[in-house]
């Protein structure tokens, strides 16, 4: 999505079934084993968050100061924390207890963080995390929100908090991002 939002070329690609299990031990590629994996001239960067932060850097989505990086940065970990709570959720394969926990998460697990997201927008003026333009920011709480509609239910943030439902509904239909997001591959 950064590229994306940065208007940069980029290959996107995306592992078939089985097809990964296959290659992941050549560690000059992989070299942690897992993906994703940013090439960059051949070289790999592994890491999620490295590979974001990276990125928002080169392509000036990382604040206009350290304030700003600073407040991207509070906002990346605690869209961390939500999704280290997600796990459970995704991996449980019984129906009764991924149920339950679902509910805890909502009820308990997720509401210091999502309330204090929706304070942070809000305060921010309600479209923009950080600043007056796109940044990681953005997109990180974008992409928390689309994961946490799949697993848990896709109207229980819009409804609980209201201020992050209006900027997912914005970022959605009246970003950069807006084309990509409508067509990005599955």
């Known amino acids: ?19 990964f299990a296959k290659t992941k031990g050549n560690t000059e590629t992989f070299p942690m084993g897992q993906v994703p994996v940013l090439l960059i001239d051949g070289k790999p960067m592994p890491q999620s968050r490295a590979i974001c932060q990276y990125l928002a850097r080169e392509f000036g989505l990382y604040g206009k100061d350290n304030a700003e990086a600073t407040k991207i940065d509070i906002i990346s970990d605690t869209v961390g924390d939500l999704f280290n709570q997600l796990i459970p959720i995704f991996f449980e394969k019984d129906e009764t207890k991924k149920a339950a926990l679902k509910t805890k998460y909502k009820e308990e697990d ?60 914005e970022f959605t239909d009246n970003s950069k991002l807006s084309d990509y997001i409508k067509n990005r591959p599955a």
């Open 1 to 19: 999505m950064l590229f994306a939002l940065a208007g940069q070329d980029y290959e996107d690609y995306r592992f078939k079934e089985g097809e």
């Open 110 to 169: 997720s509401k210091r963080q999502l309330a204090f997201l929706n304070k942070f927008i809000k305060e921010a003026g309600g479209r923009f995390f950080v600043g007056s333009k796109e940044t990681a920011a953005d997109v990180t709480v974008y992409t928390m929100m689309d994961m946490v509609g799949s697993l848990v239910g896709a109207t229980f943030i819009p409804e609980t908090y209201p201020e992050l439902g209006k900027f997912h509904k």
